[in-house]
Protein backbone atom coordinates (compact mmCIF):
# COMPACT_ATOMS: atom_id res chain seq x y z
CA UNK A 1 0.00 0.00 0.00
CA UNK A 2 1.68 3.81 -0.85
CA UNK A 3 1.68 6.46 1.38
CA UNK A 4 -1.28 8.26 -0.40
CA UNK A 5 -3.60 5.62 -0.10
CA UNK A 6 -3.36 4.33 3.47
CA UNK A 7 -3.12 8.22 4.07
CA UNK A 8 -6.03 8.45 2.58
CA UNK A 9 -7.47 5.40 4.47
CA UNK A 10 -6.25 7.87 7.48
CA UNK A 11 -8.27 10.57 6.90
CA UNK A 12 -11.79 8.54 6.02
CA UNK A 13 -11.11 6.61 9.67
CA UNK A 14 -10.74 10.29 11.18
CA UNK A 15 -13.75 11.74 9.54
CA UNK A 16 -15.72 8.73 11.28
CA UNK A 17 -14.14 9.62 14.32
CA UNK A 18 -11.90 6.22 14.57
CA UNK A 19 -8.30 5.32 14.64
CA UNK A 20 -5.91 2.96 13.31
CA UNK A 21 -3.05 0.72 13.80
CA UNK A 22 0.44 1.48 11.58
CA UNK A 23 2.24 -1.68 11.40
CA UNK A 24 1.98 -3.79 14.78
CA UNK A 25 3.06 -1.56 17.42
CA UNK A 26 1.83 1.93 17.05
CA UNK A 27 -1.88 3.26 17.21
CA UNK A 28 -2.85 6.80 15.50
CA UNK A 29 -5.92 8.63 16.46
CA UNK A 30 -7.47 11.85 17.29
CA UNK A 31 -8.49 10.31 20.13
CA UNK A 32 -8.11 9.70 23.84
CA UNK A 33 -6.30 6.11 24.29
CA UNK A 34 -6.65 3.60 27.46
CA UNK A 35 -5.62 0.48 28.04
CA UNK A 36 -8.26 -2.32 28.03
CA UNK A 37 -7.91 -3.96 31.10
CA UNK A 38 -9.71 -7.59 30.07
CA UNK A 39 -7.18 -7.65 27.06
CA UNK A 40 -3.85 -7.37 27.98
CA UNK A 41 -2.37 -6.53 23.87
CA UNK A 42 -5.51 -4.38 23.61
CA UNK A 43 -5.78 -0.67 22.91
CA UNK A 44 -9.43 0.97 23.65
CA UNK A 45 -9.92 4.59 21.57
CA UNK A 46 -12.55 7.18 23.16
CA UNK A 47 -14.58 8.13 20.62
CA UNK A 48 -16.28 10.72 22.61
CA UNK A 49 -12.59 11.80 24.13
CA UNK A 50 -10.92 14.03 21.90
CA UNK A 51 -7.01 14.41 22.37
CA UNK A 52 -6.47 17.87 21.68
CA UNK A 53 -9.70 19.34 23.65
CA UNK A 54 -8.69 16.86 26.63
CA UNK A 55 -5.34 17.69 26.80
CA UNK A 56 -4.62 20.83 25.22
CA UNK A 57 -7.92 22.83 26.08
CA UNK A 58 -8.54 23.45 22.23
CA UNK A 59 -11.87 24.52 21.12
CA UNK A 60 -12.49 22.60 17.82
CA UNK A 61 -11.92 18.61 17.16
CA UNK A 62 -9.61 17.18 14.96
CA UNK A 63 -6.72 19.04 15.35
CA UNK A 64 -4.42 16.99 17.16
CA UNK A 65 -2.91 13.61 15.81
CA UNK A 66 -1.94 11.26 18.81
CA UNK A 67 0.49 8.13 18.45
CA UNK A 68 1.38 5.62 20.59
CA UNK A 69 4.19 3.39 19.92
CA UNK A 70 4.32 0.21 21.84
CA UNK A 71 7.69 -1.64 23.36
CA UNK A 72 8.60 -4.31 26.07
CA UNK A 73 9.04 -2.41 29.78
CA UNK A 74 12.11 -0.60 29.52
CA UNK A 75 13.16 3.15 28.98
CA UNK A 76 13.39 4.78 25.63
CA UNK A 77 15.92 8.05 25.89
CA UNK A 78 13.15 10.76 25.15
CA UNK A 79 15.90 12.76 23.70
CA UNK A 80 17.19 10.07 21.23
CA UNK A 81 13.66 10.30 20.26
CA UNK A 82 13.57 13.80 19.74
CA UNK A 83 16.90 13.94 17.80
CA UNK A 84 15.89 10.85 15.38
CA UNK A 85 12.33 12.85 14.47
CA UNK A 86 14.47 16.26 14.06
CA UNK A 87 16.82 13.80 11.81
CA UNK A 88 13.63 12.67 9.62
CA UNK A 89 11.02 15.97 9.68
CA UNK A 90 13.23 18.92 10.76
CA UNK A 91 12.64 20.52 7.71
CA UNK A 92 8.99 19.73 7.44
CA UNK A 93 6.24 23.18 7.77
CA UNK A 94 3.27 22.68 10.00
CA UNK A 95 -0.55 23.98 9.69
CA UNK A 96 0.04 27.35 10.56
CA UNK A 97 3.65 28.32 9.21
CA UNK A 98 5.61 27.06 11.52
CA UNK A 99 8.69 23.91 11.63
CA UNK A 100 6.25 20.77 11.92
CA UNK A 101 8.18 19.47 15.14
CA UNK A 102 7.75 22.66 17.19
CA UNK A 103 3.93 21.20 17.11
CA UNK A 104 4.76 17.96 18.41
CA UNK A 105 5.16 16.81 21.87
CA UNK A 106 6.89 13.19 23.36
CA UNK A 107 7.04 11.57 26.04
CA UNK A 108 9.03 8.19 27.36
CA UNK A 109 9.99 6.78 30.41
CA UNK A 110 12.72 9.07 30.93
CA UNK A 111 10.95 12.40 30.37
CA UNK A 112 9.40 15.03 27.31
CA UNK A 113 7.86 17.89 26.34
CA UNK A 114 8.15 19.61 23.37
CA UNK A 115 10.32 18.06 20.32
CA UNK A 116 11.89 21.51 19.62
CA UNK A 117 12.32 22.51 23.34
CA UNK A 118 14.79 21.94 26.24
CA UNK A 119 13.20 18.47 26.72
CA UNK A 120 13.41 18.55 30.77
CA UNK A 121 9.77 18.26 31.64
CA UNK A 122 7.85 15.35 31.75
CA UNK A 123 9.97 14.19 35.07
CA UNK A 124 7.07 13.20 37.28
CA UNK A 125 7.05 9.88 38.70
CA UNK A 126 3.75 8.66 37.37
CA UNK A 127 4.53 10.30 33.89
CA UNK A 128 7.90 8.51 33.65
CA UNK A 129 5.94 4.99 35.04
CA UNK A 130 2.76 5.00 32.88
CA UNK A 131 5.48 5.22 29.48
CA UNK A 132 7.94 2.50 30.29
CA UNK A 133 5.71 0.34 27.77
CA UNK A 134 5.42 2.41 24.78
CA UNK A 135 6.66 6.13 23.52
CA UNK A 136 3.55 8.95 23.53
CA UNK A 137 3.56 11.35 20.75
CA UNK A 138 1.08 13.84 20.05
CA UNK A 139 0.97 17.03 17.36
CA UNK A 140 -0.41 19.28 14.74
CA UNK A 141 -0.75 17.33 11.32
CA UNK A 142 -3.23 18.55 8.55
CA UNK A 143 -4.81 15.87 6.68
CA UNK A 144 -2.83 16.09 3.26
CA UNK A 145 0.55 16.07 6.16
CA UNK A 146 -0.89 12.11 7.07
CA UNK A 147 2.04 10.42 5.03
CA UNK A 148 4.64 11.64 7.25
CA UNK A 149 3.44 9.43 9.95
CA UNK A 150 5.28 6.70 7.98
CA UNK A 151 8.83 8.45 8.33
CA UNK A 152 7.93 9.98 11.94
CA UNK A 153 7.00 6.01 13.61
CA UNK A 154 9.98 4.48 11.48
CA UNK A 155 12.26 7.11 13.07
CA UNK A 156 10.93 6.32 16.63
CA UNK A 157 10.87 2.13 16.31
CA UNK A 158 14.57 2.96 15.10
CA UNK A 159 15.46 4.01 18.87
CA UNK A 160 13.50 1.83 20.47
CA UNK A 161 15.66 -1.31 18.68
CA UNK A 162 18.25 0.95 19.05
CA UNK A 163 17.89 0.64 23.24
CA UNK A 164 17.87 -2.88 23.07
CA UNK A 165 13.88 -2.96 23.06
CA UNK A 166 11.57 -5.20 20.87
CA UNK A 167 8.39 -3.80 19.81
CA UNK A 168 5.12 -5.07 21.26
CA UNK A 169 1.63 -5.81 18.90
CA UNK A 170 -1.16 -4.46 19.85
CA UNK A 171 -3.64 -7.24 18.72
CA UNK A 172 -7.27 -5.59 19.14
CA UNK A 173 -7.80 -1.49 19.02
CA UNK A 174 -11.74 -0.88 20.36
CA UNK A 175 -13.64 1.77 19.72
CA UNK A 176 -15.56 2.90 22.75
CA UNK A 177 -18.69 5.69 21.51
CA UNK A 178 -19.44 6.09 25.35
CA UNK A 179 -16.22 8.36 25.61
CA UNK A 180 -14.53 9.16 29.32
CA UNK A 181 -17.35 9.60 32.06
CA UNK A 182 -18.04 13.14 33.42
CA UNK A 183 -15.53 14.59 35.30
CA UNK A 184 -12.51 12.46 34.89
CA UNK A 185 -9.50 13.20 37.48
CA UNK A 186 -6.61 13.95 35.40
CA UNK A 187 -4.84 16.19 38.07
CA UNK A 188 -2.06 12.92 38.47
CA UNK A 189 -1.03 13.76 34.43
CA UNK A 190 -1.55 17.57 34.97
CA UNK A 191 1.72 19.16 34.59
CA UNK A 192 3.16 22.91 32.78
CA UNK A 193 5.44 22.54 30.35
CA UNK A 194 6.42 23.90 27.07
CA UNK A 195 3.98 22.60 24.76
CA UNK A 196 2.84 24.99 21.48
CA UNK A 197 -0.55 22.96 21.28
CA UNK A 198 -2.16 24.55 24.08
CA UNK A 199 -5.39 26.85 23.10
CA UNK A 200 -4.79 30.01 24.49
CA UNK A 201 -6.02 30.44 28.28
CA UNK A 202 -6.39 26.90 28.52
CA UNK A 203 -4.28 25.13 31.24
CA UNK A 204 -1.56 23.32 30.65
CA UNK A 205 -1.85 19.50 30.71
CA UNK A 206 1.13 16.85 29.83
CA UNK A 207 -0.55 14.55 27.17
CA UNK A 208 -0.39 11.20 28.89
CA UNK A 209 -3.22 9.45 27.74
CA UNK A 210 -2.01 6.00 26.73
CA UNK A 211 -1.84 2.27 27.69
CA UNK A 212 -1.58 2.53 31.17
CA UNK A 213 -4.54 5.64 31.30
CA UNK A 214 -7.56 4.43 32.91
CA UNK A 215 -10.90 5.72 32.05
CA UNK A 216 -12.62 6.93 34.91
CA UNK A 217 -15.56 4.58 34.80
CA UNK A 218 -16.46 1.24 32.73
CA UNK A 219 -16.94 1.43 28.92
CA UNK A 220 -18.98 -0.90 26.84
CA UNK A 221 -17.44 -2.16 23.58
CA UNK A 222 -20.35 -4.41 22.69
CA UNK A 223 -21.81 -7.41 23.76
CA UNK A 224 -19.25 -9.63 26.14
CA UNK A 225 -19.93 -13.12 27.83
CA UNK A 226 -22.26 -12.41 30.38
CA UNK A 227 -26.19 -12.14 29.73
CA UNK A 228 -27.04 -8.21 28.63
CA UNK A 229 -29.17 -5.82 27.89
CA UNK A 230 -32.46 -7.37 26.15
CA UNK A 231 -32.15 -11.30 28.23
CA UNK A 232 -33.91 -12.46 30.56
CA UNK A 233 -33.76 -10.68 34.24
CA UNK A 234 -32.54 -12.19 37.70
CA UNK A 235 -36.15 -13.09 37.91
CA UNK A 236 -37.37 -15.55 40.57
CA UNK A 237 -39.56 -18.34 39.99
CA UNK A 238 -42.48 -19.29 41.93
CA UNK A 239 -42.64 -19.35 45.87
CA UNK A 240 -39.51 -16.53 45.89
CA UNK A 241 -37.33 -19.48 45.10
CA UNK A 242 -34.89 -18.24 42.11
CA UNK A 243 -35.10 -20.16 38.59
CA UNK A 244 -31.87 -22.34 37.63
CA UNK A 245 -31.52 -19.41 34.42
CA UNK A 246 -31.26 -16.97 37.26
CA UNK A 247 -28.73 -18.74 39.59
CA UNK A 248 -26.80 -19.27 36.16
CA UNK A 249 -27.09 -15.62 35.26
CA UNK A 250 -26.05 -14.45 38.51
CA UNK A 251 -23.03 -16.93 38.65
CA UNK A 252 -22.06 -15.73 34.97
CA UNK A 253 -21.53 -12.02 36.38
CA UNK A 254 -19.96 -13.33 39.88
CA UNK A 255 -17.35 -15.05 37.80
CA UNK A 256 -16.21 -11.82 36.23
CA UNK A 257 -16.41 -9.83 39.19
CA UNK A 258 -14.57 -12.17 41.27
CA UNK A 259 -17.05 -13.51 44.13
CA UNK A 260 -20.53 -13.15 45.35
CA UNK A 261 -19.36 -10.98 48.50
CA UNK A 262 -17.57 -8.57 45.87
CA UNK A 263 -20.50 -8.42 43.64
CA UNK A 264 -22.82 -7.43 46.36
CA UNK A 265 -20.37 -5.00 48.03
CA UNK A 266 -20.06 -3.65 44.29
CA UNK A 267 -23.97 -3.39 43.61
CA UNK A 268 -24.78 -1.68 46.74
CA UNK A 269 -22.30 0.71 46.22
CA UNK A 270 -24.04 1.64 43.01
CA UNK A 271 -27.64 1.26 44.87
CA UNK A 272 -27.14 4.65 46.61
CA UNK A 273 -28.24 7.91 44.58
CA UNK A 274 -25.00 9.20 44.19
CA UNK A 275 -23.90 5.78 42.27
CA UNK A 276 -20.41 4.75 42.62
CA UNK A 277 -17.49 7.50 43.74
CA UNK A 278 -15.03 6.58 40.99
CA UNK A 279 -12.37 8.95 42.43
CA UNK A 280 -12.23 7.72 46.04
CA UNK A 281 -12.99 4.18 44.95
CA UNK A 282 -10.38 1.77 47.54
CA UNK A 283 -10.28 -0.68 44.37
CA UNK A 284 -8.92 1.51 42.59
CA UNK A 285 -8.00 -0.04 38.64
CA UNK A 286 -9.70 -3.27 39.80
CA UNK A 287 -12.96 -1.78 40.65
CA UNK A 288 -13.00 0.29 36.68
CA UNK A 289 -12.67 -3.33 35.73
CA UNK A 290 -15.55 -4.63 37.63
CA UNK A 291 -17.82 -1.64 36.75
CA UNK A 292 -17.35 -2.58 33.22
CA UNK A 293 -18.05 -5.68 33.55
CA UNK A 294 -21.28 -4.57 35.17
CA UNK A 295 -22.01 -2.66 32.55
CA UNK A 296 -21.45 -5.34 29.14
CA UNK A 297 -24.19 -6.90 31.39
CA UNK A 298 -26.37 -4.25 31.53
CA UNK A 299 -26.47 -3.88 35.38
CA UNK A 300 -25.12 -0.40 35.15
CA UNK A 301 -25.45 2.46 32.99
CA UNK A 302 -23.77 5.76 32.64
CA UNK A 303 -25.55 9.32 33.73
CA UNK A 304 -24.29 13.18 34.52
CA UNK A 305 -23.44 11.97 38.43
CA UNK A 306 -21.88 8.59 37.15
CA UNK A 307 -22.72 5.18 36.46
CA UNK A 308 -25.55 3.81 38.54
CA UNK A 309 -27.43 0.36 38.97
CA UNK A 310 -30.43 -0.08 36.38
CA UNK A 311 -33.44 -1.97 37.16
CA UNK A 312 -31.66 -4.99 35.89
CA UNK A 313 -28.99 -4.24 38.54
CA UNK A 314 -31.38 -3.79 41.49
CA UNK A 315 -33.24 -7.44 40.27
CA UNK A 316 -29.65 -9.11 40.60
CA UNK A 317 -29.20 -7.34 44.01
CA UNK A 318 -31.97 -8.31 45.19
CA UNK A 319 -31.45 -12.22 44.11
CA UNK A 320 -27.86 -11.96 45.29
CA UNK A 321 -29.21 -10.85 48.58
CA UNK A 322 -31.75 -12.75 49.38
CA UNK A 323 -30.11 -15.97 48.08
CA UNK A 324 -26.82 -15.15 49.24
CA UNK A 325 -25.82 -18.61 51.10
CA UNK A 326 -27.23 -20.80 48.19
CA UNK A 327 -25.13 -18.43 45.90
CA UNK A 328 -22.24 -19.10 47.35
CA UNK A 329 -22.20 -22.79 47.64
CA UNK A 330 -22.79 -23.10 44.08
CA UNK A 331 -19.57 -20.57 43.37
CA UNK A 332 -17.57 -23.01 45.33
CA UNK A 333 -18.66 -26.31 43.66
CA UNK A 334 -18.50 -23.88 40.58
CA UNK A 335 -14.33 -23.24 41.42
CA UNK A 336 -13.49 -26.70 42.44
CA UNK A 337 -13.53 -27.47 38.92
CA UNK A 338 -10.64 -27.85 37.47
CA UNK A 339 -10.98 -26.36 33.97
CA UNK A 340 -9.11 -27.36 30.94
CA UNK A 341 -5.61 -28.38 30.59
CA UNK A 342 -3.97 -25.12 29.47
CA UNK A 343 -1.08 -25.23 26.79
CA UNK A 344 2.67 -24.66 28.16
CA UNK A 345 5.84 -23.83 26.63
CA UNK A 346 8.32 -25.83 27.49
CA UNK A 347 11.62 -26.18 25.75
CA UNK A 348 12.28 -30.22 25.03
CA UNK A 349 9.66 -31.11 26.79
CA UNK A 350 5.86 -32.22 26.11
CA UNK A 351 3.31 -30.29 28.53
CA UNK A 352 1.84 -32.52 31.02
CA UNK A 353 -1.35 -34.10 29.47
CA UNK A 354 -2.79 -35.99 32.55
CA UNK A 355 -5.88 -34.52 33.80
CA UNK A 356 -5.72 -31.61 36.20
CA UNK A 357 -8.04 -33.01 37.82
CA UNK A 358 -6.45 -36.22 39.21
CA UNK A 359 -5.43 -36.02 43.06
CA UNK A 360 -1.74 -36.58 44.66
CA UNK A 361 -1.48 -40.00 46.77
CA UNK A 362 -0.72 -43.59 45.24
CA UNK A 363 -4.39 -45.39 44.34
CA UNK A 364 -5.66 -47.70 46.50
CA UNK A 365 -8.46 -48.99 44.67
CA UNK A 366 -11.57 -48.32 42.62
CA UNK A 367 -15.00 -47.98 43.70
CA UNK A 368 -18.10 -47.16 41.63
CA UNK A 369 -19.01 -43.76 41.32
CA UNK A 370 -22.56 -43.03 43.51
CA UNK A 371 -25.10 -40.54 42.28
CA UNK A 372 -24.31 -37.19 42.51
CA UNK A 373 -20.66 -37.67 42.74
CA UNK A 374 -17.87 -35.49 41.17
CA UNK A 375 -16.13 -37.91 38.62
CA UNK A 376 -12.88 -36.86 39.24
CA UNK A 377 -10.52 -39.23 38.13
CA UNK A 378 -12.00 -42.25 36.22
CA UNK A 379 -10.99 -45.65 36.62
CA UNK A 380 -10.90 -46.07 32.95
CA UNK A 381 -10.77 -50.10 32.87
CA UNK A 382 -13.25 -50.96 35.68
CA UNK A 383 -15.82 -49.03 34.11
CA UNK A 384 -15.18 -50.26 30.84
CA UNK A 385 -15.81 -53.34 32.46
CA UNK A 386 -18.66 -52.62 34.22
CA UNK A 387 -20.31 -51.42 30.86
CA UNK A 388 -18.90 -55.23 29.50
CA UNK A 389 -20.61 -56.92 31.81
CA UNK A 390 -24.06 -54.81 32.03
CA UNK A 391 -24.49 -55.66 28.37
CA UNK A 392 -24.29 -58.89 28.78
CA UNK A 393 -26.32 -59.34 31.14
CA UNK A 394 -28.85 -57.62 29.30
CA UNK A 395 -28.32 -59.48 26.09
CA UNK A 396 -29.53 -62.72 28.58
CA UNK A 397 -32.31 -61.82 29.64
CA UNK A 398 -33.21 -60.29 26.17
CA UNK A 399 -31.21 -62.41 23.40
CA UNK A 400 -30.27 -60.85 20.73
CA UNK A 401 -27.41 -58.33 19.22
CA UNK A 402 -24.94 -57.20 22.05
CA UNK A 403 -25.10 -53.31 22.23
CA UNK A 404 -22.09 -51.89 24.11
CA UNK A 405 -22.91 -48.73 26.01
CA UNK A 406 -21.85 -46.39 28.33
CA UNK A 407 -23.84 -44.95 31.48
CA UNK A 408 -23.64 -43.03 34.02
CA UNK A 409 -24.24 -46.54 36.42
CA UNK A 410 -21.51 -47.99 34.68
CA UNK A 411 -18.70 -45.25 35.92
CA UNK A 412 -15.87 -46.18 38.34
CA UNK A 413 -14.14 -43.65 40.07
CA UNK A 414 -10.61 -44.06 41.31
CA UNK A 415 -9.65 -43.73 45.48
CA UNK A 416 -6.22 -42.82 46.42
CA UNK A 417 -4.58 -42.78 49.49
CA UNK A 418 -4.86 -39.15 51.20
CA UNK A 419 -1.69 -36.80 51.49
CA UNK A 420 -1.14 -35.17 54.38
CA UNK A 421 -2.11 -30.95 53.53
CA UNK A 422 0.65 -28.67 51.97
CA UNK A 423 1.64 -25.28 53.09
CA UNK A 424 1.00 -23.24 49.77
CA UNK A 425 2.00 -19.51 49.90
CA UNK A 426 0.52 -17.69 46.22
CA UNK A 427 2.99 -14.87 45.49
CA UNK A 428 1.22 -13.19 43.59
CA UNK A 429 2.71 -10.12 40.85
CA UNK A 430 0.27 -6.51 41.44
CA UNK A 431 1.89 -4.20 39.44
CA UNK A 432 -0.05 -2.43 37.03
CA UNK A 433 0.09 -4.53 34.13
CA UNK A 434 -1.60 -7.78 36.22
CA UNK A 435 -4.71 -5.65 36.44
CA UNK A 436 -8.34 -6.99 34.37
CA UNK A 437 -8.29 -10.78 34.06
CA UNK A 438 -4.87 -11.73 35.13
CA UNK A 439 -5.39 -10.56 38.51
CA UNK A 440 -8.33 -12.47 38.58
CA UNK A 441 -7.25 -15.12 37.18
CA UNK A 442 -4.82 -15.37 40.50
CA UNK A 443 -7.38 -15.04 42.23
CA UNK A 444 -9.59 -18.22 40.82
CA UNK A 445 -6.66 -19.82 41.40
CA UNK A 446 -6.60 -19.32 45.45
CA UNK A 447 -10.28 -20.42 45.68
CA UNK A 448 -10.11 -23.06 43.52
CA UNK A 449 -6.74 -24.51 45.62
CA UNK A 450 -8.69 -23.59 48.69
CA UNK A 451 -12.27 -25.54 47.69
CA UNK A 452 -10.66 -28.58 46.05
CA UNK A 453 -7.51 -29.51 48.57
CA UNK A 454 -6.80 -29.83 52.26
CA UNK A 455 -3.75 -27.27 52.30
CA UNK A 456 -2.99 -24.65 54.06
CA UNK A 457 -3.11 -21.40 51.71
CA UNK A 458 -0.94 -18.20 52.34
CA UNK A 459 -1.29 -15.07 49.28
CA UNK A 460 0.94 -12.25 49.26
CA UNK A 461 1.32 -9.41 46.55
CA UNK A 462 3.65 -7.55 45.88
CA UNK A 463 3.70 -4.13 43.95
CA UNK A 464 4.88 -0.25 43.61
CA UNK A 465 8.17 -0.36 46.62
CA UNK A 466 6.14 -2.67 49.53
CA UNK A 467 5.37 -6.31 49.82
CA UNK A 468 2.18 -7.35 51.91
CA UNK A 469 0.68 -10.23 53.08
CA UNK A 470 -3.09 -10.66 52.49
CA UNK A 471 -3.78 -13.77 53.82
CA UNK A 472 -1.76 -15.51 56.47
CA UNK A 473 -1.72 -19.77 55.98
CA UNK A 474 -5.21 -20.42 56.59
CA UNK A 475 -8.48 -22.99 55.44
CA UNK A 476 -11.00 -20.00 56.76
CA UNK A 477 -12.84 -19.00 53.49
CA UNK A 478 -14.07 -15.76 54.99
CA UNK A 479 -10.53 -14.54 55.94
CA UNK A 480 -9.58 -15.76 52.58
CA UNK A 481 -12.26 -13.41 50.51
CA UNK A 482 -11.42 -10.77 52.78
CA UNK A 483 -7.66 -10.52 52.32
CA UNK A 484 -8.02 -11.29 48.03
CA UNK A 485 -10.61 -8.11 48.07
CA UNK A 486 -7.31 -5.82 49.40
CA UNK A 487 -5.26 -7.04 46.48
CA UNK A 488 -5.60 -4.41 43.74
CA UNK A 489 -3.05 -3.92 40.90
CA UNK A 490 -0.97 -0.68 40.44
CA UNK A 491 2.75 0.68 40.37
CA UNK A 492 6.08 -1.18 39.89
CA UNK A 493 7.31 -4.73 40.10
CA UNK A 494 9.37 -5.07 43.21
CA UNK A 495 9.76 -9.24 42.80
CA UNK A 496 12.84 -9.26 45.44
CA UNK A 497 10.88 -7.96 48.36
CA UNK A 498 7.90 -10.29 47.63
CA UNK A 499 10.76 -13.03 47.60
CA UNK A 500 11.90 -12.40 50.79
CA UNK A 501 8.38 -12.09 52.69
CA UNK A 502 7.32 -14.96 51.29
CA UNK A 503 10.58 -17.17 52.78
CA UNK A 504 9.99 -15.17 56.35
CA UNK A 505 6.39 -16.08 55.76
CA UNK A 506 7.03 -20.05 55.41
CA UNK A 507 9.54 -19.68 57.93
CA UNK A 508 7.43 -18.24 60.88
CA UNK A 509 4.66 -20.39 59.82
CA UNK A 510 7.33 -23.28 60.32
CA UNK A 511 6.08 -24.94 57.56
CA UNK A 512 7.63 -28.43 57.01
CA UNK A 513 5.64 -28.94 53.18
CA UNK A 514 5.90 -25.93 51.95
CA UNK A 515 5.16 -25.13 48.41
CA UNK A 516 5.96 -21.35 47.24
CA UNK A 517 4.52 -20.76 43.87
CA UNK A 518 5.10 -16.79 41.83
CA UNK A 519 2.81 -15.48 39.31
CA UNK A 520 4.19 -12.72 37.53
CA UNK A 521 3.68 -10.88 34.15
CA UNK A 522 7.15 -9.63 33.38
CA UNK A 523 10.60 -8.80 35.25
CA UNK A 524 11.47 -6.96 38.37
CA UNK A 525 11.58 -3.11 38.52
CA UNK A 526 12.50 -2.25 42.03
CA UNK A 527 15.62 -3.30 43.74
CA UNK A 528 15.45 -4.30 47.30
CA UNK A 529 19.19 -3.81 48.40
CA UNK A 530 21.33 -2.74 45.82
CA UNK A 531 20.84 -0.89 42.61
CA UNK A 532 19.67 -3.39 40.04
CA UNK A 533 16.43 -5.27 40.77
CA UNK A 534 17.05 -7.75 38.43
CA UNK A 535 20.58 -8.65 40.55
CA UNK A 536 18.14 -8.50 43.53
CA UNK A 537 15.60 -10.71 42.46
CA UNK A 538 18.28 -13.66 41.58
CA UNK A 539 20.01 -13.13 45.44
CA UNK A 540 16.42 -13.18 47.26
CA UNK A 541 16.24 -16.53 45.09
CA UNK A 542 19.58 -17.68 46.03
CA UNK A 543 17.99 -17.65 49.83
CA UNK A 544 14.94 -19.90 48.66
CA UNK A 545 17.36 -22.43 47.08
CA UNK A 546 19.76 -22.08 50.54
CA UNK A 547 16.17 -22.78 52.48
CA UNK A 548 15.31 -25.88 50.78
CA UNK A 549 11.52 -23.87 49.81
CA UNK A 550 10.09 -25.92 46.95
CA UNK A 551 9.65 -23.27 44.39
CA UNK A 552 7.37 -23.18 41.30
CA UNK A 553 6.98 -19.84 38.62
CA UNK A 554 4.58 -19.28 35.89
CA UNK A 555 5.36 -16.13 33.62
CA UNK A 556 4.97 -14.94 30.25
CA UNK A 557 7.02 -15.49 27.18
CA UNK A 558 8.98 -11.78 26.81
CA UNK A 559 10.03 -13.05 30.43
CA UNK A 560 11.51 -15.98 29.75
CA UNK A 561 14.90 -15.46 29.84
CA UNK A 562 15.13 -13.46 33.30
CA UNK A 563 12.90 -15.78 34.73
CA UNK A 564 14.65 -19.08 33.68
CA UNK A 565 17.29 -17.66 35.45
CA UNK A 566 15.57 -17.25 38.43
CA UNK A 567 14.46 -20.31 38.72
CA UNK A 568 17.57 -22.15 37.99
CA UNK A 569 19.30 -20.16 41.00
CA UNK A 570 16.19 -20.93 43.56
CA UNK A 571 16.14 -24.61 42.15
CA UNK A 572 12.84 -23.88 40.68
CA UNK A 573 10.36 -25.15 38.48
CA UNK A 574 9.36 -22.05 35.43
CA UNK A 575 6.01 -23.07 33.67
CA UNK A 576 5.47 -19.90 30.48
CA UNK A 577 1.99 -20.01 29.31
CA UNK A 578 0.35 -18.00 26.35
CA UNK A 579 -1.85 -15.82 28.88
CA UNK A 580 -2.12 -16.03 32.93
CA UNK A 581 -5.81 -17.44 33.05
CA UNK A 582 -7.83 -19.39 35.13
CA UNK A 583 -6.78 -22.68 32.42
CA UNK A 584 -3.01 -22.16 32.82
CA UNK A 585 -2.57 -21.27 36.37
CA UNK A 586 -4.63 -24.26 37.86
CA UNK A 587 -3.09 -27.20 35.81
CA UNK A 588 0.65 -25.84 36.48
CA UNK A 589 -0.69 -25.17 40.23
CA UNK A 590 -1.82 -29.09 40.97
CA UNK A 591 1.07 -30.40 38.58
CA UNK A 592 3.90 -28.65 41.03
CA UNK A 593 1.38 -30.08 44.17
CA UNK A 594 1.65 -34.13 42.57
CA UNK A 595 6.01 -33.26 42.17
CA UNK A 596 6.26 -31.88 45.81
CA UNK A 597 3.83 -34.81 46.94
CA UNK A 598 6.12 -37.50 45.18
CA UNK A 599 9.17 -36.03 46.22
CA UNK A 600 7.72 -36.30 49.90
CA UNK A 601 7.07 -40.00 49.45
CA UNK A 602 10.02 -40.85 48.13
CA UNK A 603 12.02 -39.13 50.81
CA UNK A 604 9.69 -40.46 53.58
CA UNK A 605 10.28 -44.44 51.69
CA UNK A 606 13.86 -43.63 51.49
CA UNK A 607 14.65 -42.57 55.22
CA UNK A 608 12.41 -45.73 56.42
CA UNK A 609 14.51 -48.08 54.25
CA UNK A 610 17.50 -46.23 56.07
CA UNK A 611 16.01 -47.01 59.60
CA UNK A 612 15.27 -51.05 58.47
Known sequence: MTNTSWSEKLQRLFARNRGARLGEATVVSRLVHARDQSRPHGLMLLMGADAGQTFYGRKQPGEVVHLDVFHEAGEVDHRQVAGALMGELGQEIGPDGRPLLDLFDLQTGTGGGRVTGDLTGGQKESLRRNHLNHVHLAGRLANEQLHLLGPLVRAVEEVILGAGLELRKIERIAHLRSGMAEGADLSPYSESGDSLLKEAGAPGREPTESLDRRPQGPASNGPGETPGRGQASASSGTGGQPTEAAIDQALAIVKKVGSPEELVRLLREGDRPEGWNLRQHPSGVHALNQLRELEEGGYLTRTLRGPVLTEEGRHLLQLLESHLRAIKQRFRKLVRRAPGTARLHRPGQAADERSINARSGPIRGAVPAQPGDWLGEIAVLETVRGAVTRAHLGALAQPGPVR????????????????????????????????????????????????????????????????????????????????????????????????????????????????????????????????????????????????????????????????????????????????????????????????????????MGARRAKSS
Open 404 to 603: LTLRREDVWIQQRASERPLHICILIDASASMAGRRIQAAKHLVRHLLSSTKDKLAVIAFQEREVKVHVPFTRDWAAVEAGLANVQPMGLTPLAHGLSESLALIAKARARRPLLLLITDGIPTVAKWGLDPLADGLKAARSLAEAGVPFGCIGLQPSRRYLADLCATANGTLHVVDELDANALVAIAHQERRKLARRLRQG
